[in-house]
């Protein structure tokens, strides 16, 4: 794969877990009326987009260019 074909996938999957969670907020902070848990647990699921998002924000820095890891 080209380094072009790494950023924009790489785009994508970030533009992916930006949805996810936002997504997974929304659903979490709705009003429930009912008393049945919600299924899935969408605290988790945006947690956990934010968290690969921030590791995929670090692997574009790095494909563009910058170097981010401490290497002695």
């Given at each position: 794969m080209s380094p072009s074909d790494d950023l924009m996938?790489?785009?994508i999957a970030l533009l992916i877990c930006?949805?996810?969670g936002i997504l997974?907020?929304?659903n979490?902070?709705?009003v429930h009326d009912t008393l049945k848990p919600h299924?899935?647990?969408?605290m988790l699921i945006s947690l956990?987009?934010?968290a690969t998002g921030f590791m995929l924000l670090v692997?574009?820095?790095?494909?563009?260019?910058?170097?981010?890891g401490g290497r002695m």
């Open positions: 996938i790489s785009s930006i949805v996810l997974g907020f929304r979490n902070f709705k299924r899935p647990p969408w956990a987009s934010i692997h574009i820095a790095n494909l563009i260019g910058f170097e981010t």
